[in-house]
């Protein structure tokens, strides 16, 4: 391989955190594997940024030495990683809408989330605190429908008051006066729906 | 190869077949003509098997198998066209089609389209799928390569050509599932010198070739063989024509030359063919004023003016893209008028010891041995874009078998490769550079110095680098040195050829020249060289080099394709010559303003693809072609003229009929040498060159010819013009614009002024870091560079 590191300017465009982590993935593979770190590189680009920008792209196609199209192919594909700086929220939301979901009431959720953000699906607040993202695909846990993912762990047999209480376990604390505010938005739309107790 | 190898026993579709254990059942059958349909497979790329149209059935296997990703084994027996294959292949282009439009009456595939013909051949007639098709947003790719991305079939071979022979991935497969789009994903124009190539492997109209965009059906085409007339490599081509004008090129198959490919140059030149600027009729300028004549009259006054002037004030320079039939008969005739002064070496200005050129300037081996060298020098060579398929060629023998490339240039150049080491340093430090690499030659050899390398390599500081460069192609099994066009055109080309033979000699490695055109190799051969006529055989009296011929002024100058300002080391110096002459034959398919000025008489010649000819490769080889298109009003071949010239000066043995006549005269007297010693004894004095004092404003120029600017026709391509707007730029490094106080505002198009000699242009700048302190990159053949002084002189930027 020819990438001699030191001299890359990506290493001033990528953040301590984030060459710790890609150095920690290029451990882990055969030194001439290089592309084998990207997914893992792209991850903590995520988790800084929120969203892959152009800029972080090219920078870690030039840290790993692979061609930034390479880069962009794999970041298009997955859908967990984004790449539009609208979606970067920092903390997402994704709600599963396919069959199953769907068929035990998703729509609803989505619904109240959008009325309690007030946000449509597929946006981000405006304070950058939440980003809901349109899930196009089944996320595997049909037998907890419905479902959802809140920074990716997964929560099932949601109800809507047992949505709120996540979301509001990801606002960052308020003073006293505020609370009131927000419980009565908060209260507004708990009504219950398909309520299935139990689960595993 | 040896007659032991193994070979295993197949059947398909009844027929017994031998076939090498572990290959493809693909290209088993493709080699006896047995056709199975494919769309994905290509035989120069990797296997990738997505597309399915390729499923056969074997016996025994549960499911049809793709036969190019299937290796045959022992035994194995294959039906491709049995009920099971047929529907295999049939259920197969329907889903391809499902999102493929209807557009073929509009797409200019349609009728050379692989999945048109095998939708015929082997899909069904109607559609189980009744929904939406899917759209796909066209990108702008560049002036070359068109896109209709809806019609895309994701077979991905665009996308491995870039990574497999391009070199570079600029394309790649977006996004997942049913929404796969090919594209750049940031908007950008392919940058690569073998772009092109991908209209020709897309097996459906997503990619086409932009400049001929919807000109005409693929049947209505006629086909012509022809040779690439741009580089040393001869590429095979077709050329494709509609009521005898030119639509488009693409490439031709010739295993030994280019494979199957070919470079954008040589694709998209041949728009050059119907540029504005073509010579209707034969010109004779009176009093300034042109005058339309007969060819009887034009060929007249041309004897006329040559049997008036004395034969050692006569000089002829010709275009190294001239075909070896013009070149030759140019030379006969002049030769037997009592002219010696001839030359096609046109940039070279360093002619000492020219004597010691062998034959021709030999490539040292075929093209195909050059992936079988372990260990590489190549001094001064921009060699990707001087010679892509012989880079194509260094780039399969680093990828396969770890070859080890060294360069030696005055610019750092990206290649596509891992280069093992660039050797940097401005022109004139070059030289130093090379005598240090042979100075360690020598320590290896223990072999004595010339004398005439001396102090030259006494003076020099053997660096560890060297050393180990001068080790490596010592120890290497195949080491080549290659002497490209940026030698040939340096101030000191003597001795770094000198240098360069020496390491060569020392290391046990070959001496091996990139020719600079089509036909350098011909024009040697034909004798258009000052010190040899015809099959290298001896002068009486040497004539002038053109360094010269440019610089003594002579009275008469006789031009075959050749545009002094463009095709000379130094425009001001031929301008000027040209402006003084008493007279000025052109015989040229071009009219520019500067020829209108400096000719007296113009005799329109025949345009590339509209005469026969023959051209020598750099390994020697003879490809000989035919017209493609008709000639341009009164535009006749340049071999016609110059026999009927012979017959108009009395001239004995000018009586061909046909260009091949001319062709066999040459090759007989050439007695089919195709091999050249390159290595020669190294004595004599060699050129040494005068610090240039760099001050404040004043760099080194770094003149390399642009890679769309090396000759007439390409200079007027104007698709290749416009996909590379910064060749006429001047371009140096940041820390040379500081030093010089120059104020750079980088997103406009900044002009700065240059002053070389009297004459001063004014340019964009591009910063480029990869030039060397107190040098600037201002590249040969363009418009610019047409009113300024030689490509390795110094140059001041005023303001
Ligand atoms: S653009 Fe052409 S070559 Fe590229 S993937 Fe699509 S069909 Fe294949
Ligand atoms: S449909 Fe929602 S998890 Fe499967
Ligand atoms: S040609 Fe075999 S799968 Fe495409």
Sequence with gaps: ?200 | MSDKIETIKITVDGKELEAKPGAMLIEVTDQVGIHIPRFCYHKKLTVSANCRMCLVEVEKAPKPMPACATPVTEGMTVWTRSEKALTAQKDTMEFLLINHPLDCPICDQGGECELQDLSVAFGGSSSNYHEVKRVVVDKNIGELVSTELTRCIQCMRCVRFGEEIAGMRELGAMGRGDRVEIGTFVQKSLSSELSGNIIDICPVGALTAKPSRFTSRAWEMMQTAAVASHDCVGSNTHIHTFKKKLVRVIAGDNEAINECWISDRDRFSYQGIESKDRAEVPMIKKDGNWKRVSWEDALNAVAEKLKAAHPDNIGVLASPRATIEELYLLQKSMRAIGVNSLDHRLRQTDFNQQESMGLFPWLGMSLSDIEAQDAMLLVGSNVRKEQPMINHRIRNAVNNQAAKVFTVNPRHLEFNYPVELQFVSDPLEMVNTLAGVAAASFKISKATIPAGLKDLLNAVEVTAESKSLAKTLKDAENAVVFLGSIAVQHPGYSTLRALSSVIADNTGATLGYFAESANTVGAWLAGMVPHRTQAGGVVEEVGKSTAQMLDKGMNTFVLLDVEPSFDCDDAVLANETMKVADCVISISPYLSGSMLEQADIILPSAAYTETSGTFVNAEGVWQSFNAASQSYEEARPAWKILRVLGNVLGLDGFDYVSSSDVRDELKKACGGVSEVNNSFEVVGIYTTLDKLAVTNNVLQRIGEVAEFCGDALVRRAEALQKSAPQQDAIQLNSAEVTRMGLQVSLDENQLVDVKQGVETVSMPLILNDAIPDGCVLLASGTESSSLLGSAFGSVEITS
């Design chain 1, 1 to 200: 391989m020819f990438v001699d590191n030191n001299s890359l300017e990506s290493v001033t465009i990528l953040t301590e955190h984030e060459l710790h982590e890609i150095d920690g993935w290029l451990k882990r593979f055969p030194e001439d594997q290089r592309q084998s770190a990207l997914l893992g590189a792209l991850r903590a680009v995520m988790h800084e940024d929120h969203y892959l920008s152009y800029e972080k792209m090219d920078a870690v196609a030039e840290y790993l030495g692979i061609p930034k199209v390479a880069v962009y192919e794999v970041a298009s594909f997955y859908s967990m990683y984004e790449m539009d700086e609208k979606a970067a929220g920092k903390n997402t939301i994704a709600v599963c809408t396919n069959i199953s979901c769907m068929l035990n009431g998703s729509d609803k959720i989505v619904k109240h989330i959008e009325s309690k953000l007030g946000i449509k699906h597929g946006e981000t607040t405006p304070d950058g605190e939440f980003y809901f993202k349109i899930e196009e695909e089944c996320l595997a846990a049909c037998c907890g429908a419905p479902m959802m993912q809140l920074n990716h762990v997964y929560h099932e047999h949601l109800t809507l008051s047992k949505v709120d209480e996540l979301l509001d376990t990801c606002l960052p604390k308020r003073s006293d006066d505020d609370v009131g505010e927000s419980e009565s938005a908060a209260v507004k739309s708990t009504d219950s729906i398909v309520d299935k107790k139990g689960g595993k």
